[in-house]
């Protein structure tokens, strides 16, 4: 235990948060801190996000992944304060939902080849499966896009992922909008799992301690 | 077919051990610190070699000290 730490993210100065997360104030930013020993993994240096978000606060988060010491953290709300107090002015309110769509996996249908000419056929037809599969996931994806101010699209193997940047005050209208397309919507072995809201990593800027910031 | 959903709230995530619930965490785990490339060799448009590359970007001290980033 080193006594030291981590940045969870910035906020107003004047922000109120449980412990064991202290506010650190440097001018109108309060740089959110929690002792590392009490957040050593990115899993839990993400709770604790969640549970800073969680009480409405405005709020620009930290990658989970990336522990910033408090004095990094300070410096950046020294030297970057007019960013974030633009970013904490967009951000208030505002949450990121995640609709991530997914498709089986092919793999096992491969394995029952045997010959490789037939094998190379059936991987071309597979090939031209995901495109489709891809192309119709992101139709859908396109159809909520007018339920965000932003959003980042993320392709993957066996599926796409797209973040919302969404008003926390429009959740359930949103979620009824997202459940009334998908409820219409012909898509095959095409699952969606939608989750949030979560603090809005996505819309600002990962960084290292040296460079900064923002959306 | 209409299309199969799921919601979850961010603590019902964080505590499930669905696939794609623990899939969507875990790309919040690695955002901003992974770069993550890919590369397919195709021939007459059949993939045949898959080659993935995921890059952890971290301070050495951050790695010295927590074993991973």
Known sequence: MTGQ????GWAHSDVHCLAPIAVRKVGPIGVLLVPEHAAGTARTRLQHQLRCFETGMAFVPTAPAEP???????????????????ALVALDGMGQLTLSMTWASPVQRLHNRT?????????????AEADHRSRTA????????????ASRTRQQNQGVERDLLVSGARMNSIRQ????????FEAGDLSLTVTGLWPPFSFVQSFSCNNGVII | MALEMQMATPSDALASSDARL?????GLLRHGVVIRGEVWLTVADVELVFLGLDLVLAAPDTIRRTGAA
């Open chain 1, 138 to 149: 992101l139709t859908f994806l396109d159809l909520l896009e007018n339920l965000s101010q």
């Open chain 1, 68 to 86: 910033v010491p408090e004095k990094d953290g300070a410096r950046i709300a020294q030297s970057r304060q007019k960013q974030l107090a633009e």
């Open chain 1, 5 to 8: 730490r981590l940045v969870l």
């Open chain 2, 22 to 26: 623990v899939d969507v965490v875990d």
């Open chain 1, 177 to 184: 909008r997202i459940q009334k397309h998908a409820a219409t």
């Open chain 1, 115 to 127: 010959c490789g000419r037939d094998w190379l056929h059936h991987r071309k037809d597979l090939h």
